[in-house]
Protein backbone atom coordinates (compact mmCIF):
# COMPACT_ATOMS: atom_id res chain seq x y z
CA UNK A 1 0.00 0.00 0.00
CA UNK A 2 3.11 2.31 -0.33
CA UNK A 3 2.73 5.40 -2.76
CA UNK A 4 -1.46 5.08 -2.08
CA UNK A 5 -2.68 8.96 -1.56
CA UNK A 6 -6.16 9.56 -0.38
CA UNK A 7 -7.76 12.21 -2.68
CA UNK A 8 -8.61 15.37 -0.95
CA UNK A 9 -12.76 15.72 -0.04
CA UNK A 10 -14.71 16.87 -2.91
CA UNK A 11 -16.74 20.55 -1.40
CA UNK A 12 -20.36 19.66 -0.67
CA UNK A 13 -20.80 22.20 -3.86
CA UNK A 14 -19.28 20.35 -6.27
CA UNK A 15 -20.75 16.89 -4.90
CA UNK A 16 -24.36 17.30 -4.41
CA UNK A 17 -25.43 21.39 -5.02
CA UNK A 18 -25.38 23.84 -7.48
CA UNK A 19 -22.48 23.73 -9.14
CA UNK A 20 -22.83 20.05 -9.69
CA UNK A 21 -24.48 18.69 -13.41
CA UNK A 22 -26.56 15.47 -13.52
CA UNK A 23 -28.03 14.13 -16.11
CA UNK A 24 -29.63 10.71 -16.94
CA UNK A 25 -27.01 8.25 -19.00
CA UNK A 26 -27.34 6.98 -22.23
CA UNK A 27 -28.31 3.35 -21.24
CA UNK A 28 -27.83 2.71 -25.39
CA UNK A 29 -24.04 3.86 -24.90
CA UNK A 30 -22.36 1.54 -21.93
CA UNK A 31 -19.36 1.97 -22.77
CA UNK A 32 -19.74 5.53 -22.08
CA UNK A 33 -21.62 5.12 -19.01
CA UNK A 34 -19.26 2.83 -17.97
CA UNK A 35 -16.49 5.39 -18.27
CA UNK A 36 -18.68 7.92 -16.46
CA UNK A 37 -19.26 5.66 -13.54
CA UNK A 38 -15.58 4.76 -13.11
CA UNK A 39 -14.09 8.48 -13.58
CA UNK A 40 -16.79 9.73 -11.27
CA UNK A 41 -15.70 7.00 -8.64
CA UNK A 42 -11.88 7.91 -8.55
CA UNK A 43 -12.82 11.82 -8.56
CA UNK A 44 -15.50 11.34 -5.91
CA UNK A 45 -13.86 8.54 -3.88
CA UNK A 46 -13.27 10.40 -0.56
CA UNK A 47 -17.30 11.82 -0.91
CA UNK A 48 -18.34 8.05 -1.46
CA UNK A 49 -16.06 6.90 1.18
CA UNK A 50 -17.15 9.47 3.95
CA UNK A 51 -21.23 9.23 2.70
CA UNK A 52 -20.74 5.15 3.22
CA UNK A 53 -18.98 5.57 6.32
CA UNK A 54 -21.27 7.69 8.01
CA UNK A 55 -24.45 5.22 6.67
CA UNK A 56 -22.33 2.10 8.02
CA UNK A 57 -21.63 4.04 11.31
CA UNK A 58 -25.59 5.24 11.50
CA UNK A 59 -26.89 1.19 10.82
CA UNK A 60 -23.69 -0.28 13.49
CA UNK A 61 -25.00 1.92 16.06
CA UNK A 62 -28.59 0.31 15.81
CA UNK A 63 -27.25 -3.06 14.60
CA UNK A 64 -23.07 -3.78 16.03
CA UNK A 65 -23.59 -7.50 15.20
CA UNK A 66 -25.72 -7.79 12.68
CA UNK A 67 -23.47 -5.43 10.70
CA UNK A 68 -20.08 -6.80 11.76
CA UNK A 69 -21.40 -10.40 10.13
CA UNK A 70 -22.39 -8.76 6.51
CA UNK A 71 -19.31 -6.91 6.26
CA UNK A 72 -17.39 -9.95 7.20
CA UNK A 73 -19.31 -12.15 4.74
CA UNK A 74 -19.50 -9.64 1.96
CA UNK A 75 -14.86 -8.90 2.31
CA UNK A 76 -14.76 -12.82 2.40
CA UNK A 77 -16.82 -13.10 -0.67
CA UNK A 78 -14.69 -10.31 -2.85
CA UNK A 79 -11.72 -11.29 -1.49
CA UNK A 80 -12.63 -14.83 -2.34
CA UNK A 81 -13.77 -13.68 -6.01
CA UNK A 82 -10.24 -11.54 -6.80
CA UNK A 83 -8.48 -14.67 -5.37
CA UNK A 84 -10.53 -16.57 -8.04
CA UNK A 85 -9.76 -14.04 -10.96
CA UNK A 86 -6.55 -13.78 -10.68
CA UNK A 87 -6.08 -17.53 -10.52
CA UNK A 88 -8.40 -18.78 -13.06
CA UNK A 89 -8.39 -17.52 -16.79
CA UNK A 90 -12.46 -17.87 -17.39
CA UNK A 91 -13.20 -15.82 -13.91
CA UNK A 92 -10.78 -13.31 -15.16
CA UNK A 93 -12.33 -12.64 -18.87
CA UNK A 94 -15.61 -12.63 -16.92
CA UNK A 95 -15.02 -10.34 -14.30
CA UNK A 96 -13.16 -8.04 -17.55
CA UNK A 97 -16.03 -8.30 -19.29
CA UNK A 98 -18.80 -7.82 -17.31
CA UNK A 99 -17.74 -6.15 -14.19
CA UNK A 100 -21.37 -5.07 -13.46
CA UNK A 101 -22.59 -8.10 -12.83
CA UNK A 102 -19.52 -9.78 -10.81
CA UNK A 103 -20.72 -7.07 -8.84
CA UNK A 104 -23.86 -7.69 -8.39
CA UNK A 105 -22.91 -11.30 -7.90
CA UNK A 106 -21.09 -10.88 -5.05
CA UNK A 107 -23.67 -8.85 -3.76
CA UNK A 108 -26.32 -11.72 -4.44
CA UNK A 109 -24.48 -14.58 -2.96
CA UNK A 110 -23.86 -12.03 0.24
CA UNK A 111 -27.44 -11.55 0.92
CA UNK A 112 -28.44 -15.23 0.15
CA UNK A 113 -25.72 -15.91 3.21
CA UNK A 114 -26.45 -13.27 5.28
CA UNK A 115 -30.29 -14.57 5.39
CA UNK A 116 -29.27 -17.69 5.85
CA UNK A 117 -27.59 -16.38 9.15
CA UNK A 118 -30.01 -13.56 9.85
CA UNK A 119 -29.50 -9.38 9.88
CA UNK A 120 -31.11 -9.32 5.99
CA UNK A 121 -32.45 -5.54 6.95
CA UNK A 122 -28.65 -4.54 7.92
CA UNK A 123 -26.99 -5.98 4.88
CA UNK A 124 -29.88 -3.89 2.95
CA UNK A 125 -29.35 -1.13 4.60
CA UNK A 126 -26.23 -1.34 5.40
CA UNK A 127 -23.55 -2.29 2.68
CA UNK A 128 -25.95 -2.60 -0.36
CA UNK A 129 -27.70 1.01 0.36
CA UNK A 130 -24.54 2.99 0.49
CA UNK A 131 -23.38 0.71 -2.84
CA UNK A 132 -26.61 2.06 -4.73
CA UNK A 133 -26.18 5.55 -3.92
CA UNK A 134 -22.45 5.89 -4.67
CA UNK A 135 -23.54 3.76 -7.71
CA UNK A 136 -26.33 6.09 -8.72
CA UNK A 137 -24.65 9.40 -8.07
CA UNK A 138 -21.40 7.98 -10.29
CA UNK A 139 -24.09 7.12 -12.89
CA UNK A 140 -25.75 10.51 -13.27
CA UNK A 141 -23.06 13.25 -12.20
CA UNK A 142 -21.52 14.98 -15.08
CA UNK A 143 -17.46 14.88 -15.76
CA UNK A 144 -16.05 18.84 -14.83
CA UNK A 145 -12.91 19.53 -16.04
CA UNK A 146 -10.82 19.03 -13.30
CA UNK A 147 -12.68 15.48 -12.79
CA UNK A 148 -11.30 14.76 -16.32
CA UNK A 149 -7.74 15.84 -15.40
CA UNK A 150 -7.51 14.18 -12.03
CA UNK A 151 -8.40 10.88 -13.59
CA UNK A 152 -5.84 11.41 -16.24
CA UNK A 153 -3.19 11.23 -13.37
CA UNK A 154 -4.70 8.45 -11.73
CA UNK A 155 -4.46 6.54 -15.40
CA UNK A 156 -1.24 7.41 -15.82
CA UNK A 157 0.02 6.48 -12.56
CA UNK A 158 1.42 9.58 -11.06
CA UNK A 159 -1.43 9.23 -8.46
CA UNK A 160 -2.24 6.13 -6.71
CA UNK A 161 -5.38 5.84 -4.88
CA UNK A 162 -7.94 3.43 -3.03
CA UNK A 163 -10.54 3.48 -5.41
CA UNK A 164 -8.13 2.55 -8.33
CA UNK A 165 -6.84 -0.55 -6.13
CA UNK A 166 -10.43 -1.34 -6.09
CA UNK A 167 -11.06 -0.71 -9.88
CA UNK A 168 -8.17 -2.15 -10.34
CA UNK A 169 -9.18 -5.13 -8.35
CA UNK A 170 -12.34 -6.08 -10.00
CA UNK A 171 -10.90 -5.47 -13.69
CA UNK A 172 -11.33 -2.28 -14.69
CA UNK A 173 -7.97 -0.29 -14.75
CA UNK A 174 -8.11 -0.54 -18.60
CA UNK A 175 -11.17 1.83 -18.43
CA UNK A 176 -10.11 4.54 -15.92
CA UNK A 177 -9.22 7.84 -17.33
CA UNK A 178 -10.22 6.64 -20.69
Same mark, same amino acid.
Given at each position: MAGVQPPPLRSLDDFLLTSARFAVPDVRDLDRW?????????YYQSNYFLS?????????? &?? !????????????LL???????????? !?????????????????LLVSY?????????????????? !??? &??LVHASVRLRSLKNKLENKL???????? !?MGILLEA?????????
Open positions: NNRIINNLLALILLLTVGY &MR !PFQLLVGGVVVTFLGFVWAAENQA !PIRRFRRNHPSISVFAILLISVLGGVAVFLFGIAF !PIL &MVESIGLKRT !PLGQEQEAGS
